[in-house]
């Protein structure tokens, strides 16, 4: 199996260094990661194919360009934001028009500093004119209808003294609401209609405030509150408005949380993006791959494709992160630095043509063409698929993708989701796990476990019925002390109660050994008495404590290895065991001498046998509790697990508690002791 894994990863490697279809290889490695966050190498889901210049088009060069933006008709817009124009091709860039100036109301007029554009299914045209204050608008013949400027300017209320309308991104909906990120604005989205009145906002960011955040302010006196500094949630720095009329937002980081850093609105401002994936979609998962940069995506642009798949480019890295409908990673493409497929400061992304993808360098003033791969079509052929319903062409195009990249979870789960929509659980149980999908094993698992058993309902009853029966039997007829007479009176029993068996230093030792493990019951329900008979050595043995010591170890390695997959997140083929009894007997051993020194100073008669043997008992509830929890939990679904995660809590704590007690029955003890050595002075 390890040897298999190794070949593929091999082949994957490969994949990804071979010149592909287009003739050449790239200078950016793409991945994906697996479900503990490692970086894990994919065939190339895009190549570059082509790079644009201003020159190119015979328009002289871009300069610090900032938007992009492909209206339904697969016309390209360019927002040549340094020249002040916005420029027009085709999907094979030949210029169709270049906007620079336009008529209003008699009098020319020019954009200055321009960073957005957006165009209607009917052609009309906005473009946020940044440094100008306002909002362009112009019909699909390209004349200028309406200049939209600072909206209830003189409403203190909403927008402060210093606030300036600095649109960067616009998007208008069926409805004719117009959406627009304005420069320094905090409050979300705002929200016009197409004459210019202001409607609200929507989707105002959360801010996220850290515990000591809070509990400086709290103890803080006013003039210490006026020089803290001010968390305020951060501007959004894109927007794209998808098919069924969300906004699918970029929060460009802040005092919000990395995962909600991505969001999708409704109208009503709601977030509602789905984040059921292995990881929540936030670009690289800070550390990066194969690269020295640090720090969290800064997302700039995004965009929405079909089957609400989305993209989105983080310019720190100059990476193109593809996500599907729940959130998992599709796969990465691009990089930075200088050479083809990479960027120094990536500012906008869009999709041209049949799955091309362009992205525009604000500082190479180029825009980049990436063609999908046979990888890249194949992955978007499985999502096109079982959204169609047809489920067994999705499995199949899923298992496609695993030839090239055995590696790719996701793959797994694509297969195991079409296995469940026909109805072969097991199957699909199978390909879940080889995806390391948690919540799609559990309710596999939860339409197998109701097959099994209502297909064996009459079985199940039988066997539930005759237990009953012989439990009720049992303790009516007393067998126990039935049981424990024959026992007596066998041969075996008279043998082993006569005198020379019974003074054999080895049957003493095992019988003692046996006796203070039966012991460990009445310890853990009776603390105070148990663990003052310890002391006394009246009962339990150090043999005995050992073995509970043992049993511990092996419980904590046995609930690694064995607890239910819904509920295990270890990689269970690289678990040490010596590593694992370590990290339980080492503690364990430290808090023997810690205990120990605590008595000595308050001048105990405890020794560290004594302690050791006490706190070993303590221990018992971790093995009678975790073991069955650990094996119930291979038969639970994750709406289950809160029993598996109360008896785990359980265990701990009475442990913990019997610790405490010990702890101050050693103290009681040692005060009786101190009292009774007192009184005898006297």
């Known amino acids: 199996m390890r040897f298999r894994r190794c070949a593929a990863l091999f082949a994957a490697i490969m994949l990804v260094a071979v010149v592909s279809g287009h003739g050449q290889a790239v200078m950016y490695k793409s991945y994906v990661f697996d479900a503990w966050g490692t970086a894990v190498p994919t065939p190339e889901p895009y190549m570059p194919v082509k790079t644009v210049y201003g020159n190119d088009l015979g328009i002289g060069n871009f300069r610090n360009a900032q938007d ?21 091709t085709d999907a094979d860039f030949n210029v169709l028009a270049v906007h620079d100036r336009f008529e209003f109301a008699g009098e020319t007029h020019t954009f200055k500093n321009p960073k957005g554009v957006f165009v209607t299914d009917d052609g009309q045209m906005f473009v946020a004119d940044t440094l100008n204050l306002r909002v362009v608008h112009f019909d699909s013949q390209g004349n200028c209808v309406g200049i939209i400027s600072d909206p209830e300017k003189d409403n203190t209320e909403l927008f402060p003294d210093y606030f300036r309308f600095r649109p960067n991104k ?33 989707g105002a960011p959360k801010v996220r405030i850290g515990f000591w955040d809070y509990f400086w302010r709290r103890i803080a006196s006013d003039e210490q509150r006026k020089r803290m500094r001010h968390l305020l949630p951060t501007e959004y720095s894109s927007m794209y408005l998808d098919q069924q009329g969300f906004i699918l937002t970029i929060v460009s980081g802040g ?10 609105l409704s109208p009503a401002g709601v977030d509602v993006l789905r984040r059921d994936g292995l990881h929540p979609p936030m670009g690289d998962l800070y550390t990066g791959y194969r690269s020295q940069i640090s720090g969290y995506s800064q997302l700039v642009d995004i965009i929405g494709r079909d089957n609400d798949v989305y993209s989105v480019l983080d310019q720190r890295r100059g990476r193109v992160f593809t996500y599907d409908r729940d ?51 194949m ?55 080889l995806g390391n999908n948690r919540s799609g094993y559990s309710y596999a698992f939860y339409r197998y476990r109701r097959q ?28 126990r002390p039935r049981i424990r007479k024959w026992w007596s009176e066998s041969r075996v029993g008279v043998f082993l109660a006569g005198e020379r068996v019974q003074a054999n230093p080895v049957y003493r030792f095992l019988s003692e050994t046996w006796a203070g493990l039966k012991y460990s019951k009445h310890v853990i329900f009776h603390p105070f008495d148990g663990f003052w008979n310890l002391k006394q050595a009246v009962e339990g043995n150090a043999a005995a404590a050992t073995i509970i010591l043992i049993g511990t170890i092996l419980t904590f390695v046995f609930m690694r290895q064995y607890t239910g997959f819904i509920f295990n997140f270890n990689k269970t083929e690289e678990v040490n065991v ?40 303590a221990l018992a509830p971790i093995i009678m509790i975790n073991i069955p929890a650990t094996i119930a939990s291979n038969f639970m679904t994750a709406d289950e697990g809160t029993f598996y995660y109360l008896l785990v809590a359980v265990s701990t704590i009475w442990a913990v508690g019997l610790l405490f007690f010990d702890v ?5 003890f040692t005060i009786q002791e101190l009292y009774l050595e007192i009184s005898y002075r006297m």
């Open 452 to 479: 099994v058993v209502g297909g064996n309902f009459g079985l199940v009853m039988t066997t539930v019925v005759c237990c009953a029966v012989i439990w009720y039997l049992g303790s009516k007829m007393k067998l």
């Open 68 to 88: 992009l933006f492909v209206a339904p008709d697969g016309t390209l817009y360019i927002v040549d934001t340094g020249n002040n124009r916005i420029v027009a």
């Open 578 to 617: 010596a590593v694992e009894m370590i990290s339980v007997a080492l503690p364990f051993l430290l808090w023997c001498v810690v205990n120990w020194g605590f008595t000595t100073l308050m001048d105990g008669k405890g020794t560290i046998k004594d302690i050791y043997i006490a706190s070993a008992y």
């Open 255 to 264: 005092d919000v949380n990395v995962d909600q850093l991505i969001r999708r």
């Open 379 to 433: 992955i978007h052929a499985a999502l096109d698929h079982y959204e169609h319903g047809r489920y067994d062409q999705a499995a199949e195009m899923w298992q496609q993708v695993n030839r090239l990249n055995a590696n790719y979870e996701l793959a797994y789960s694509g297969v195991a989701a079409a296995h469940l929509r026909q109805g072969d659980y097991q199957t699909a149980m199978q390909y879940y796990k």
């Open 664 to 668: 101050i029955d050693r103290i009681l």
């Open 327 to 377: 959130g998992n990673l599709l796969y990465v493409f691009g990089g930075t630095g200088q050479g083809e497929g990479l960027f120094v400061n990536p500012a906008a992304l869009e999709e041209l043509g049949s799955g091309n993808m362009v992205v525009l360098d604000a500082s190479n003033n180029s825009i980049t063409v990436f063609a999908p791969t046979e990888y890249a079509v």
């Open 170 to 202: 616009i998007a208008v909906d069926q409805a004719g609401r117009m959406y627009v990120t304005v420069e320094g604005l905090y409050e979300g989205i705002m929200v016009l209609d197409l004459d210019g009145r202001f409607r609200g906002f929507v």
